[in-house]
């Protein structure tokens, strides 16, 4: 291959570069729509100078509320990823063009992008534990401002309007991105070092950049709140495990050390055309490579995410069927469990679609731990949707303020916030959450249908979801704690005495709570009062199944005066004989001995799904 | 031509300027503003109170009078400048007029007024938090000038070294209202009670073998460097069904005398059936006023599950204890109220300045009395031995945290009544029958602030200047400096 061939081959692939951008809103669009909804759920902006004047106590604040900004279009995940696309596109080619880079290596202005990219997709469930606002398009922006620093300070060529230029953009740029604002003036400065510059004007420039960079965090401090030595990195989305945080922080660190070698791209033009060759194929390979190895890849935490978003969206019906089909897709794998999350939602939309009876025991059941680097506690991701669903709006409050106080308010501890203010008719509150919803974008039309609702006790009990809420809320006030976790705090409530004004509904969702519980006492006294407020026509057949096994096994008289069907009696010798052939076996052993009809029942459930960890 | 168009622009604002107050029809009803500033009576050097009218309307036009003072404010949001603000105020009484033109012209409603009275202490400092149960990432003390909207932090929890949620910060407290001599808790990481006293700054630890806990609720003897504190072992739980959110109570409580000179620790009451809490001098610092629930039998108590379940057995009584500051003797303890036998509980006494009155909580159980909304402020002659519910003050709502200022004419309270849930700070006047004045929220620069405002405040106290230390410098000591240790001695007296 000739020079002028081996020319041609970088500029081709920089032809390509197109692509990419492509590529990554495809995926993120159709196959992260749940990771995206769920960024912006956690976050919430306003259009409201109040609200921003809150942004300006503290470096970086603008910047956070730009990307607060931004972050509100994930609601239409494939709009909000195309926003995200463009901007990181955009970094990548304004680096391009801002230093003048050949196109032959145009693949490096790739890198900081693709860093990006990594560090937002790798997050898994560190989603649920940053605390910084706007973290999702906070780093890309980031890059921008800096960029612009650099612009903006190429303006000013005379050596005394360049330091003043650099002095005053230098501090107004921290106090707009902090750390980007630093990284903007290391770079001009870098950028005024490397040009034809003379030798005391480039020093001058360096000398000034770097009194800037040491300076303006040490000025700033006296007058915001935050630790000194967070000064410098101020900017970079952090999390609440702030001891671990320097990890989190590098993969930025090294994008802008890429942003900080962008200026001596000049260099690369002596370079011989092989390096470049090599130069260009290395950094496409790190374009594609570095987010493709780190996307957290995990089919649990996926169908999580859609499980949640089924629930916050009342569509009950998919949330089993969510489950289901991961079952079926896991079929082969004999280590795969689901996580408590995907049990206990199950099991909630079971309830509100009136299928518990039937269906309860219909799906594997599990304990899987997360795949995480930090502990996400379970009242983390559904506290507030388990508060509200089962009655207990104490609950409810309680995560949506504590999640408030660790994260900031999101769209949707302000949702729930609301609704519980609603249903407490407490008129004032409700306003006041619906008030900072309805200067949303994409939530004003919710706080809109809700306000009729405030103080119409009529019209919320015959609302979704209030109306299936109202009669879980029959029983008498307790002061409680849910320390030990949200699974066990609803089964202490649920098993907990009967309530005197019992509804239907509630005794429905006590008795499920029964049958899980293994308990036999509990669950005669439970399917009495089911059998009494509810009044079947047919009595479900996981509950029939329970009172089968229990009859036989205190022998009580009842197996003759309640209506077995045939299948129970069937299902119940088979299981016996199976498991008499199988003996005790560990809930994983049994799970593959078991074929799936058996493993369905509760029998199964009660000899063999056992030492789950519930949170 | 485009100085012709500013010339024009100008001399249409001068017009518009000059319009007189529009005629029209004149309504019965006050108009409805927010927040409710109507017929109030206001410290003479407050900031203005700027307010929103609610009442809807295409226009609004508010005139202010007060003597020969008249301030012409149009639109809806009413923001007072606040040097014209001054001029009323230094005029006399204000009378207020709202004119709201709607579809049929213009209608005059029914003025209100405000009152001017005395001074208030310009500073009232406060701890800010968004409403919570056990995390607490985002607290900050504060103090705000309420003679213009001017506040800065004293300390954040946010300038801790490490994360946010590891440092709580709470009970700050002020030598006489000044601010030479403060204090206030740091939990956690780096915790210990922070001390500003004449300039200099000390951490110390004051749990000691021989007491419950570290130091919790302080109060400050008037005239000997004594701190009388409660010791607390303070836990919380949520209302599963419930506007109260959440219950906060003690499991254990004992009342301590921190001797600052000698930087030592001596029991004041640690009775094993009974729950001290709330210690509160009298001005000539003879007297220290405190609650204390009593419980029959502790063993009982516990066995049935703990303080959480049984909270609502906790009432409080007030009680007074002589003490001659001298020698540090105590004398004995006299129930100077029995709460408990009328099934209410009583907490945070505050007794006036003058010795004369005593401001305390009156509510059905407990020692928290923000978390239940039927608690309310009582006020008890100390000279008659009477007391009564401030139903001039009191809402449907909590009112709980008051303090007195430094005149005894004003008192700055917290409470609930906007929303039941984020605690609002209101002021009152002490008129001279002994009855208060129509309370309201400390003014705002935006009228809507509280309504915006997603954090609770707590503890307000009055001071008569502003805190000396500055943020950084109480950070930097906080965070690196390990809290001293203090001795324990012996109780004299009784």
């Known amino acids: ?615 | 031509m485009k100085k012709s168009i500013q010339y024009l622009t100008l001399l249409l604002c001068l017009t518009a300027s000059c319009t007189g107050i529009p005629d029209g029809a004149v309504s019965d009803a006050t108009p409805s503003i927010y927040p409710d500033f109507t017929d109030i009576t206001v410290p003479s050097n407050i900031a203005s109170p700027n307010f929103m009218i609610e009442d809807d309307a295409d226009k609004y036009i508010t005139l202010l009078k007060s003597g020969d003072t008249q301030v012409r404010i149009s639109g809806r949001k009413v923001c007072i400048p606040l040097r014209k603000w001054r001029r009323l105020t230094s005029s006399g009484n204000i009378s207020i007029t709202v004119y709201e033109k709607k579809d049929n012209g213009w209608i005059k409603m029914k003025p209100f007024n405000m009152d001017v009275a005395s001074e208030i202490d310009s500073y009232v400092t406060y701890r800010l938090i968004p409403p919570s149960f056990q995390t607490y990432d985002r607290l900050s003390i504060n103090q705000r000038d309420i003679t213009n909207f001017k506040e800065k932090v004293i300390y954040a929890n946010s300038m801790a070294a490490a994360n946010a949620s590891d440092q709580c910060i709470n009970c700050h407290s002020f030598y006489n209202w000044r601010t030479d001599r403060m204090q206030f808790h740091i939990r956690q990481y780096n915790g210990g009670t922070f001390y500003y006293m004449d300039g200099k700054l000390s951490k110390l630890n004051l749990k000691t073998d021989s007491t419950i806990s570290a130091a919790v609720y302080p109060s400050w003897h008037p005239t000997h460097d004594y701190i009388a504190y409660s010791n607390n072992m303070t836990f919380q739980n949520i209302h599963t069904n419930h506007t109260d959110r959440m219950e906060a109570f003690d499991e254990e409580s004992d009342l301590v005398l921190y001797d600052i000179r000698n930087n030592a620790v001596s029991i004041i009451e640690n009775e094993n059936d009974e729950f001290e809490c709330h210690p509160n001098w009298t001005p000539d610092g003879k007297t220290l006023f405190y609650v204390s629930a009593h419980v029959d039998d502790p063993d009982w108590f516990y066995s049935i599950g703990g303080a959480s379940r049984r909270n609502d057995l906790l009432k409080y009584n007030l009680y007074s204890k002589s003490f001659n500051p001298e020698d540090k003797t105590w004398g004995k303890t006299v129930l100077y109220y029995d709460a408990a036998a009328a099934d209410s509980s009583l907490t945070w006494p505050r007794v006036s300045p003058d010795g004369t009155k005593l401001l305390a909580c009156l509510s059905s159980h407990g020692v928290f009395p923000p978390y239940q909304s039927e608690a309310d402020l009582v006020m008890f002659d100390l000279k008659k031995g009477t007391w009564r519910y401030l139903d001039e003050v009191n809402s449907d709502l909590a009112e709980s945290y008051h303090s007195w200022s430094s005149s005894g004419h004003w008192i700055v309270f917290s409470t609930r009544r906007e929303d039941g849930t984020y605690t609002r700070l209101y002021l009152s006047y002490l008129k001279d029958d002994g009855c208060f004045t129509k309370p309201f929220p400390i003014p705002q620069k935006d009228p809507e602030f509280s309504r915006k405002f997603m954090y609770s405040y707590n503890v307000p106290e009055f001071t008569i200047e502003p805190i000396k230390v500055s943020a950084r410098v109480i950070s930097s000591f906080v965070n690196s400096t390990d809290a001293a240790p203090v001795s324990f001695e012996q109780k004299r007296g009784e």
């Open chain 1, 1 to 615: 291959m000739n020079q002028k061939e081996e020319n041609k081959i970088p500029v081709l692939i920089s032809k390509t570069r197109w692509i990419l951008p492509i590529a990554v809103w495809a995926i993120l669009s159709f196959c992260t729509p749940q990771f995206l909804q769920k960024v912006e759920e956690r976050s919430f902006f306003e259009f409201d100078l109040f609200w921003f004047c809150g942004f300006l106590d503290k470096p970086s604040g603008i910047l956070s509320w730009c990307s607060l900004f931004f972050t509100q279009f994930l609601y239409i995940p494939w709009l909000g990823a195309l926003v995200w696309v463009l901007l990181l596109t955009l970094s990548a080619e304004l680096t391009r063009i801002v230093f003048r880079m050949p196109s032959q290596i145009s693949f490096c202005t790739y890198i900081p992008a693709a860093i990006f990219i990594a560090y937002n997709m790798s997050m898994g469930y560190m989603i649920y534990l940053m605390n910084h606002p706007g973290f999702f398009f906070l780093p890309v922006l980031g890059y921008l401002w800096a960029l612009l620093t650099v612009i903006a300070l190429r303006k000013a060529e005379k050596p005394v309007t360049s330091i003043v230029f650099t002095v005053i953009w230098g501090f107004a740029g921290y106090y707009v991105a902090g750390f980007y604002g630093l990284a903007g003036i290391a770079a001009a400065a870098i950028d005024k070092a490397v040009s034809k510059n003379k030798y005391r004007g480039r020093m001058l420039s360096l000398a000034v950049a770097a009194a800037v960079v040491i300076l303006a965090p040490i000025l700033f401090l006296g007058t915001t709140t935050y630790y000194l030595s967070t000064a410098w990195t101020i900017g970079i989305p952090d999390h609440v495990h702030s001891v671990s945080l320097e990890r989190l922080q590098l993969p930025i660190i090294i994008a802008f050390l890429f942003f900080l070698l962008a200026p001596l791209s000049g260099m690369l033009e002596k370079m011989a055309s092989k390096s470049i060759v090599y130069i260009q194929c290395t950094a496409l390979t790190a374009a594609i490579a570095i987010p493709a190895i780190s996307w957290y890849r995990d089919s649990n935490f996926k169908t999580e995410l859609k499980m949640i978003q089924a629930a916050e969206n009342l569509e009950w019906e998919n949330i089993p069927a969510l489950l289901n089909r991961l079952s079926t897709e896991k079929e082969n794998d004999s280590s795969w469990q689901p996580t408590r999350v995907m049990v206990v939602l199950k099991d909630l939309a079971l309830i509100k679609t009136g299928q518990e009876g039937n269906r309860a025991f219909d799906f594997e059941d599990g304990d899987k731990d997360q795949k995480r680097r930090w502990d996400v506690q379970m009242s983390m991701q559904i506290g507030w949707i388990m508060g509200f669903h089962y009655g207990i709006p104490g609950l409810c409050q309680r995560w949506c303020y504590e999640e408030s106080m660790l994260f900031g308010w999101s769209n949707t501890t302000l949702k729930y916030n609301a609704m519980t203010s609603i249903l407490f008719g407490n008129t004032e509150l409700a306003n006041k959450y619906l008030n900072k919803l309805g200067h949303t974008l994409f939530y004003n039309k919710w706080a809109k249908k809700q306000r009729p609702l405030c103080n119409d006790r009529n019209l919320i009990e015959k609302t979704a979801p209030y109306d299936q809420i109202l009669p879980l809320m029959c029983y008498d006030d307790l002061i409680s704690s849910d320390q030990e976790g949200c699974e066990i705090f609803l089964k202490r409530h649920f098993n907990g005495p009967s309530p005197q004004n019992s509804t239907p509904l509630y005794d429905r969702v006590s008795l499920l709570f029964a049958i899980k519980s293994k308990d036999p006492t509990l669950f005669w006294t439970r399917f009495f009062l089911y059998l009494d407020s509810n009044n079947p026509e047919k009595i479900d057949r996981y509950y029939q199944e329970a009172a089968y096994l229990y009859s036989n096994l205190e022998n009580n008289g009842l197996l003759e005066a309640l209506p077995f069907d045939d299948q129970v009696k069937k299902l119940y010798d088979s299981f016996k004989a199976t498991s008499s052939k199988i003996g005790p076996k560990s809930m994983n052993e049994a799970r593959n001995l078991f074929p799936a009809n058996l493993r369905h029942t509760f029998f199964y459930y009660y000899y063999y799904v056992n030492n789950l960890n519930v949170f």
